[in-house]
């Protein structure tokens, strides 16, 4: 059932070079970001939870704090009549550079559709955090504490929390159009085009 469900679900997908994979869909897209889709059952009341997005976001983070990784977004999205949870997670490479996983998924007939998208750090890593913090260092917004850094990592929905790794200021969104090849502008470029032109057949309806 899930692998016939595979073609009722469309975006734009122009530029992008179709790969072959089993019970997905993959892409590779002009920057090498991998965009896949694929169906799969949830284990959670994933209907019930929309209305509840904390506990969305205190699932994403307890996934993510246990994997090594952090939550930068967690936020409901409306696709095609649809009600979707959209998310970007950034996971530390080795030996440096962070990859960006969002994704959107969305319930269908008790089956969660959900479009992926993977976007790795290339190159010289972390040029968008060191300018960020350099000219926030200049302002006086982010000052060294005995611990290190202050006011410059942060849990991005509940700044009490405490984790080894948490989405940092240089991952603003109003940062994107300065850093437009930086993974995390590409990952929201991606989720933003994607959520623009995803349509639904009545199959999942």
């Known amino acids: 059932m899930v692998a016939r469900m595979l073609d009722t679900i469309a975006f734009d997908t122009r530029g992008f070079v179709e790969l072959d994979a089993a019970d997905e869909r993959v892409w590779l897209t002009p920057e090498d970001d991998l965009i896949s889709l694929r169906y799969f059952v949830p284990s959670w009341e994933f209907d019930a939870e929309l209305n509840e997005l904390d ?68 190159g010289i890593t972390g040029l968008r955090d060191t300018a960020v913090f350099a000219e926030l260092m200049r302002e006086g917004q982010v000052i060294f504490g005995a611990d290190g850094p202050l006011n410059w990592m942060s849990d991005p929905y509940d700044p009490a929390i405490v984790a080894p790794l948490a989405r940092n200021r240089s991952e603003d969104m109003t940062y994107d159009a300065r850093f437009p090849d930086h993974p995390l502008s590409r990952a929201r470029r991606n989720l933003d085009r994607i959520a623009a032109t995803l349509q639904f057949s009545s199959a999942t309806s």
């Open 55 to 122: 506990r969305f976001r205190d699932r994403y983070r307890s996934v993510a704090c246990s994997s090594g990784s952090a939550i930068v977004e967690v936020d409901i999205q409306h696709l095609d009549g649809h009600r979707a949870i959209r998310s970007i997670l950034k996971v530390p490479q080795q030996p440096t550079g962070m990859t960006y996983l969002g994704s959107l998924i969305v319930l269908l007939r008790q089956i969660c559709g959900m479009v992926k998208v993977q976007c790795a750090e290339h």
